[in-house]
């Protein structure tokens, strides 16, 4: 999930790439079961992250990131 993030960051990966992936995820249901809560939540919330409503911004992927362990800093 941190790589899928910090692709879409890097501009590696497009929105709707990233949208589509977490789509899948929530319908694959396959999460890690102690980290369930939390990465049910991001995944949950990334694929909504094309809508007018969600939308996703910078700080909304530095939360998630740093809530997965990852010390996030903007250049």
Known sequence: MANKLISY???????AELVDWAEKVMM????EEGDLPLLRDIVARLGLSD?????????????FLQSLGYDVKER
């Open 28 to 31: 694959e249901g396959e999460f």
């Open 51 to 63: 809508t007018i409503a969600f939308g996703l911004s910078w700080e909304d992927c530095r939360n």
């Open 9 to 15: 960051l890097g501009h590696r990966l497009t929105l």
